[in-house]
């Protein structure tokens, strides 16, 4: 697990969005999501729905992939910019359960989740989800997002 900052924590536990980028053919492509942090691993997670699968297929290509923390949007903290560097792993054993898991910390970020699980049966295709998770390898941040400086680099 790689060491950070108590600031750069604040970013993985409030921050609501990363914007994630996989490559597709050595190209980057970029996907705002919705992510969950696990304090005890250092590790990342995202869900896709199987509808919105092409992340998945680049990250089965190559599983590179950076979550860029830069909008605080919805946050009670400062803002900083944070990148994080990482491999990923997708997991579609369980596609109907296997994401609840992260119910707990997405009704937290986004309390009308439930009002759209109750709705479950008319999406059922938007509940299938595919679990990404996310191993850092390097995090480089920038407090006060003050990207004309060079970032505070961390490795485990």
């Known amino acids: 697990m790689i060491q950070v900052p108590s600031w750069v924590r604040d970013v993985f536990e409030n921050y609501l969005i990363c914007e994630i980028t996989t490559l597709d053919n050595d190209k ?15 590790k990342f997670a995202v869900t896709s729905s199987i509808l919105f699968s092409k992340k998945v ?35 579609d054993s369980d596609l109907d359960h296997g ?3 992260f119910l707990p910390q997405w009704r937290e970020k986004e309390p009308y989740i439930d009002a759209f699980l109750s709705e479950r049966e008319k999406f059922s295709w938007f509940w299938k989800r595919i679990v990404i998770e996310v191993e850092p390898r390097r995090i480089t941040a920038w ?8 970032g505070e680099e961390f490795r485990s």
């Open 28 to 42: 980057p492509v970029t996907f705002p999501m919705l992510f969950f942090y696990d304090s005890s691993s250092g």
């Open 57 to 91: 297929e680049h990250l089965k290509k190559n599983p590179r992939v950076s979550l860029l923390f830069s909008n605080p949007t919805g946050s009670t903290v400062p803002k900083h910019a944070v990148l994080v560097q990482g491999n990923a792993k997708c997991e």
């Open 99 to 101: 994401w609840e898991r």
């Open 143 to 150: 407090k006060n997002a003050d990207t004309q400086k060079q």
